[in-house]
Every structure is written in C-alpha cells, then in structure tokens.
C-alpha cells in the first residue's frame, strides 16, 4: 500500500510540474511576442524622429535661405513681392474652392429636392391607388354584409314549412355570402397593412450627383477659374501668383526695387478691383458653355475633363466679342484645380 501511495504521489506531482512547465511556456511565447511588437514600435518611433529631424533641418535651411535673402539689398524687395504673391494665391484658391464648394452644395440641395418631389409624387400617386382599392373593397363588405344580413332576415320570416325545403339552398347562398365576405376581409386587411407600410416609410436619403451633373459643375469651375484668370493675365501676373504658390523664396527674381514697387502696387489695385467685379453670371454662363462644347472625357464615367482638351481660355469682350487664349488653367493647376473639381 505505501508503494502505490508513493507511486501516485508521484504521478500527481509530475502532473503538477507538467502544467507548471506549460504555463512558463505559454509565459514565454507571450513576452517573445509583446517584446516583437515593442521591438517593432521603437523602430517605427526611431523612424518618425528621422523624419520630424529631417523636416526641421530643412525648415532651419529654409529659414536661413530666406534671412539671407532679406539680408541682400538686392533681394530683399523680391522677397516682399514672393510672399505677397503667394499670399494672393493662397486668398484666390479659396476663392475658387469656396464657389466650387457652394454650386456643389446648391446642385445637391436641387438635385435632392427633386428626388423627394419625385418620391412624394409616387409615394401619393401608391397612396390614391391603395385608398381607392380600400374604398372599393369596403363597399363590397358593406353589400355582402346587407346581403347576409336581408338573406338571415328573409329566412327567419319563413314559415316552417319553406324553411323546411328551402334549407339547404340558404344554406348554400349564406356559406357563399360569408366565404365572399371573409374573402374581402382579407383583401382589405392587406391593403390596410400597404397603407401603413407606405406611410412609415421616411424620404430617401441624400445621393450623390450623376455623371452629367459632376461633368456639368466642373466646366462652372472652369468657367470661373477662367474668370480669375483673366482678371489677373495682364503683364503675366495671373502666371506669377501661381508660380508663387509652388515655388520657393529665392527662385523667382521680379527685377529692381523699382519693378517690385510697381508689382506690389499693381497685386493691390487688381485685388481690390476683384472684388469689385463680382456680378459676370452671363458671362460665366456662356463661357461655361463654350467650355462644356470643346471638352472631351477619357471615358463615359470620367467626370473630369481631359487635360489636354482644356487649353483654351475664352475672354469675353464688349459687343459679346470672344477671343480664344491659348492657357491650360487645369493642367498647370492653376488655382488648385485639381483639388476642387468634381468627381
């Protein structure tokens, strides 16, 4: 007896090492993992520092290209010129994006609009055609009902003597009757169901634009881009505020201190005047259409034009003169286009 006793002893001890050593297992496997993933996140912040170091040392470069740059008399002016420039690219990109932003909203508000009429038209047209098939139903119950009831009222005021022979065919007629009626009971109980279906339904949620609207806003834009365009082309200044806005301090040179007097006058005037001409709708309208006649599309779901069917600017005159420019506002991302158009 002693020796089986020590022999299961230990047995269950051997038992309880064996779990023991699983548990150490598992334990491990498990910091072998959370040490793989922290391993894989100090690499991954190690890389970020980099990055962030990388950024400000080229900050610092930038700022230290441009304190040279205001330190030189000869740049000095430019530099002034250089940001006011790209601040007016910065205000006209705004402007082009909030005017795309508001004729989008106002399509989707129309377009919206017309699909809740479109809906509410069917839903009420769905609505008359239930009602009318209820109604109709109803007199019929009403009918079979008076039927029912005139045929009882007739039987009992027999005698019993027809009530005798006449048995069996009221009997049929009833069962009829009130087969026709439970019948329309049904009918009309589903129609009822229709009905309340149909009224718990709410609006149709709020879709995107088709194809043709998209295509439709962005010639607007276009048109409108245009529109700025041409209010700041003279003396190749619309190409300067773009150029500003892509390029660095120090890579344009805009002349003399004179020349530079002249610029910055000159951006003051054509802004102010800008905001000035803000009534051109009829203009704006037709040169969208001049723009929506010469554009072409890569394929039947592309809502942004091609690129190279773009490079025609159209300058409305007095007496509704048109002359055709040659300039691609679109692919030079003249005003960021690109970011703002439809899609």
């Known amino acids: 007896m002693t020796s089986l006793t020590a022999i299961f002893g230990r047995s269950r001890d051997d038992a ?6 699983l548990e150490l297992y598992w334990n491990r496997a498990e910091l072998k993992k959370e040490f793989a993933n922290l391993r894989n996140e100090t690499f991954r912040l190690k890389d970020q ?45 705004r402007k082009v994006a909030r005017f795309a932003e508001q004729l989008k909203q106002k399509r989707e508000k129309r377009h919206y609009r017309q699909l809740v009429a479109a809906w509410n038209d069917n839903q009420n047209a769905t609505r008359s055609a239930i009602k009318r098939d209820l109604a109709g139903v109803r007199e019929e119950l009403r009918r079979a009902d008076q039927e029912l009831h005139a045929m009882r009222h007739k039987y009992s005021t027999m005698n019993r003597f027809l009530r005798f022979f006449r048995k069996r065919a009221t009997k049929r007629s009833l069962d009829a009757v009130v087969s026709t ?3 329309r009971q049904v009918h009309e109980r589903e129609l009822e169901d229709r009905l ?16 043709p609207a998209k295509r439709s806003i962005n010639c607007m834009i276009l048109a409108y881009a245009q529109q700025v365009y041409l209010h700041y082309r003279e003396d190749g200044v619309a190409a300067m505020i773009c150029d500003a806005g892509s390029r660095s301090a120090g890579a344009v040179r805009y002349g003399s201190k004179s020349d530079c007097d002249k610029l910055l006058a000159k951006i003051q005037v054509l802004r102010e005047s800008m905001v000035k001409t803000s009534d051109f ?28 069917t773009t490079d025609t600017v159209f300058d409305f005159g007095e007496s509704n003169q048109v002359r055709e420019l040659k300039a691609n506002l679109l ?10 158009l439809s899609r």
């Open 16 to 21: 309880r090492n064996s779990d023991k050593l």
């Open 281 to 308: 709708a009829d203009v704006l309208q037709q040169r969208t259409l001049r723009i929506a006649e010469r554009v072409k599309f890569a394929d039947d779901a592309d809502a942004v034009p091609d690129k190279a």
């Open 49 to 93: 520092i980099k990055e962030q170091n990388g950024h400000a040392a080229r900050s610092q470069q930038q700022l230290q290209h441009l304190e040279n740059l205001l330190l030189d008399p000869d740049w000095v002016h430019n530099v002034a010129v250089f940001y006011q420039f790209r601040a007016l690219n910065a205000y006209l990109e």
């Open 196 to 211: 309340a279906t149909l009224n718990s339904e709410h609006q149709p949620d709020v879709q995107g634009l088709d194809v």
């Open 181 to 183: 009626i439970e019948v």
């Open 331 to 340: 692919s030079e991302n003249y005003w960021n286009l690109a970011s703002v």
